[in-house]
């Protein structure tokens, strides 16, 4: 059931209309950006919404059977406010957002919410961006409890996985660049591969506070999973933290916690059972 006031309700059906969409954006740093398909700027509830014919929202699907909802919003990068580096830093993860329209000639008839819910997968197509909007339905289609799995379900240094990160994590600079996703450093003396699956988390330069899962490592060289979405320099600081596989062999070896290991590798998979199945059928047509 969605909340209207009367005025609003009355001037839906009046036969001239005056009515425009907003869109708020609340991101994971609690920044709020407002936006408005309105020709010019609007301020409601003290937030200012920026006028901008290119930011477009499909038509919202929403069903009685609970599935979730569908709606993409897509637009142009906004000066000073949505801007890739900002995207490609990951501040629009699971950023909240809510389209609701209004009576731009009096805002003080409040809104109609068309639709809440966060921002899924980003998409970037040279000064485009396309997000999906997931509704609050997402949740429900989430999986709830655990599951068996030949690898360790827990993430390093969790509750679950009890292992002090301390002794595993190194405060290193970056020495040598190559671009925004390869660098060196020089302090990094560890065989290789000890850091892969493992996450560089920038405490200087222009990436400060962000984290990245790092993919290769051999020879003091870092790959990074994705680029960086600001520029590294060198004499760039930040702490890397040694990766895990999820495999007994590197949780009882590299780690000393196989106390701790949350996986069933001795469990059969699908290959073992079919292999079985087909043992058992051959031996009953013998017989």
């Known amino acids: ?14 036969r001239l209309q005056t009515l425009t969409t907003c869109w708020k954006i609340t991101r994971k740093d609690n920044v709020e950006l407002g936006f408005t398909d309105h020709d010019q700027i609007l301020n409601l509830d003290g937030l200012e919404y920026d006028s901008i014919a290119g930011f477009t929202p499909s038509t919202v699907e929403s069903k009685s059977n609970m599935s979730v909802d569908n709606l993409d919003v897509e637009g142009q990068f906004f000066p000073s406010k949505i801007a890739q580096e900002d995207i490609l830093c990951g501040l629009y993860d699971f950023a909240e957002i809510e389209i609701f329209v209004v009576n731009y000639n009096d805002l003080t008839q409040g809104k109609l919410v068309a639709k809440r819910g966060r921002l899924g997968e980003v998409t970037l197509s040279g000064q485009m961006f396309q997000a999906e909007v997931r509704g609050l339905t997402q949740h429900l289609s989430q999986t709830i409890g655990n599951v068996f799995s030949p690898s360790c379900r827990a993430v390093l240094g969790d509750n679950k996985c009890g292992v002090d990160l301390t002794p595993f994590t190194v405060s290193a600079i970056v020495s040598e660049i190559s671009n925004n996703q390869t660098f060196k450093a020089s302090v ?17 330069g222009n990436n400060v506070g962000r984290r990245m899962e790092v993919k290769e490592f051999a020879a003091t060289q870092l790959v990074l999973a994705l ?46 059972l079919l292999t079985t199945a087909g043992t058992l059928d051959k031996t009953n047509r013998n017989d």
């Open 1 to 14: 059931m969605r909340i209207i006031s009367p005025q609003l309700e009355a001037h839906f059906s009046d």
């Open 188 to 204: 990094l003396t560890e065989d290789a591969g000890w850091y892969i699956g493992g996450e560089v988390i920038w405490t200087s």
């Open 227 to 272: 680029p960086m979405g600001k520029s590294i320099s060198v004499g760039d600081g930040f702490d890397i933290i040694a990766g895990c596989d999820k495999t007994r062999e590197t949780c009882q070896n590299k780690f000393s916690n196989i106390i701790n290991f949350r996986g069933e590798p001795d469990v059969p998979g699908t290959d073992k």
